[in-house]
């Protein structure tokens, strides 16, 4: 059970929570089971507390109850796992929050069709919370959103329970509990950005410090002490605003940065500069150069989208946030480029896009995941098909390619054999899977348009092979 409403004093409750974390009777949820929610709730649950996943996805709850997974990078014996031990369970019904100390929120934030923040499953969610909410419980956002969600969506929603949680600075350096006085917070909320990056075998997620920005000084500690638990290391800042913010810094560094290497990447182009070698080369200052590599256009959930959140919060602030546009503008162009450039390859060969059979190879965002949201793949085979090609694919990860909110290509994947590769005009490398046999591939296929530089180690068919 949460702690009781007697307990009004911030100091006193923050040291009951921290006691029931430490004693390990504190009761965990997570609201939100997708990619980022999903391996957050199996920390909890392995270091020994209660843990409950709550997702509106009946179909999510109902494999984790029979111990299964629905996201590849997840063993199925994971979740078995904790299942059998009653550490981890999973619900529909939001009345199991009313048991909780603390609640994680993970739902989706993504643009609608103006691309303008969609707020609809945060909000739907609050509301979902704000039926059960009880005295000192602790609400952590964690979907990534615009500097302001969480003291002013969140915290508006939570209040209709007629509970109050007052926003108030404090110093992250110095705020502790014993200055906490009389300072009354019927709950409790912060916000904590997820740093997931699926498939990256190099950090493990309690690896990756952990970001935590409290409504109010109590919110910040009680949040940092509930990660405590499962990250190696937590970093406090001064308000959810600036941690919402930290997030959003994260994100459009990388798309900038992306956008200037696609750009750089065209000019080297025309230029006959291989703009790999390039990027090899300036990555060995030691100092003060971060490489970023080309593609075929940005894909997932977070490096389209998230930008764009800031630019819409910019506008209330009359300033326009021109550096996320232009970047938006540069790697959105992406698909279209590979698109002209396998129409220019066909071309030299005499031959044209209108009718041509076109193998897309790679469907999913990234290397090596089996994620597809707003993959440059989909656009890329989209425009391929406006041109009249005739469209396959092959992706290890997708044996068909399910109706989409944008796309619904019908397509199912083909097998990649030798004669199969040898009927098509080209072959389009848009995502680089460690699973494909690139020299096989290229020995096989009449023309290659590689738009990962995945063909750079081979010695032979060079002939064949067209970076784009
Ligand atoms: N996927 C990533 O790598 C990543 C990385 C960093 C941050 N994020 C951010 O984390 C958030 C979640 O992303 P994700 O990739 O896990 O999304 P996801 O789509 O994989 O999962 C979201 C889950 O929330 C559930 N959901 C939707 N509305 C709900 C509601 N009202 N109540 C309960 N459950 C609800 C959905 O059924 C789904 O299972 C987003 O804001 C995203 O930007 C994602």
């Known amino acids: 059970m949460p ?27 997570v609201i939100g089971l997708g990619y980022v929610g999903l391996p957050l709730a199996l920390l ?40 059998d031990k009653k550490h981890l369970s999973a619900a529909t019904d939001f009345s199991e929050l009313e048991s909780l100390d603390a609640c994680i929120v993970c739902v989706p934030t993504p643009l609608n069709q103006y691309r303008e923040p969609d707020l609809s499953y945060v909000s739907q969610t609050a509301e979902s919370i704000s039926v059960h909410l009880r005295p000192h419980q602790l609400i952590v956002l964690e979907s990534t959103t615009y500097p302001g969600t969480t003291d002013e969506l969140v915290l508006s929603i939570l209040e209709r329970s007629g509970l109050r949680c007052p926003v108030v600075p404090y110093d992250a350096a110095t705020v502790s509990s014993e200055s906490f006085g009389d300072f009354k917070s019927d709950f409790l909320l912060a916000f904590s950005p997820e740093r997931e990056d699926p498939g990256n075998k190099q950090f493990q997620t309690q690896q990756v410090p952990k970001v935590v920005g409290g409504v109010n000084g109590p919110s910040a500690l009680a949040a940092q002490a509930l990660y405590t638990t499962i990250f190696e290391r937590t970093v406090l800042v001064s308000s959810s605003r600036v941690a919402e913010m930290t997030k959003l810094l994260e994100n459009i560094y990388r798309c900038v940065n992306i956008a200037l290497i696609n750009e750089l990447k065209l000019l080297c182009l025309r230029m006959g500069i291989d703009v790999w070698e390039v990027i090899e ?51 959105s162009s992406m698909p ?13 060969r005499k031959q044209c896009l209108q009718d041509s059979k076109i193998l897309v190879l790679g469907i999913a965002y990234k290397k090596d995941i089996d994620d597809l949201r707003k993959s440059p793949a989909l656009r890329v085979i989209e425009l391929l098909q406006e041109r009249g090609a005739r469209v396959d694919y092959h992706d290890p990860f997708f044996p068909s390619l399910h109706k989409m909110r944008r796309y619904d290509f019908g397509l199912s994947r083909i097998e990649l054999t030798a004669d199969v590769l040898a009927q098509y005009a080209a072959v389009v490398i848009v995502t680089d899977h460690s699973a494909y046999d690139y020299d096989f591939i290229a020995r096989h296929a009449r023309l290659v348009v590689d738009t990962r530089n995945a063909t750079a180690g081979l010695r032979q068919h060079r002939d064949k092979i067209v970076h784009c």
């Open 3 to 29: 702690l009781d409403k007697e307990s009004a004093n911030a100091e006193e409750a923050l040291a009951r929570f921290k006691q029931r974390l430490d004693d390990k009777s504190a009761r965990i949820g």
């Open 44 to 83: 909890f649950s392995r270091r020994g507390l209660a843990t409950v996943g709550l997702d509106v996805d009946p179909a999510k709850v109902d494999s984790l109850r029979r111990g299964q997974s629905y996201i590849h990078h997840i063993p199925a014996e994971l979740i078995r796992d904790q299942v």
């Open 281 to 331: 080369a300036a990555k060995t200052k030691p100092f003060g150069f971060t490489p970023f590599y080309p593609g075929p256009g940005l894909g997932g959930h977070c490096i389209p989208i998230d930008p764009f959140y800031l630019t819409w919060k910019a506008r209330e602030y009359e300033l326009p946030t021109r550096f996320i546009e232009l970047a938006g503008e540069i790697n």
């Open 336 to 348: 279209g480029h590979v698109v002209e450039a396998t129409a220019e390859a066909l071309n030299r």
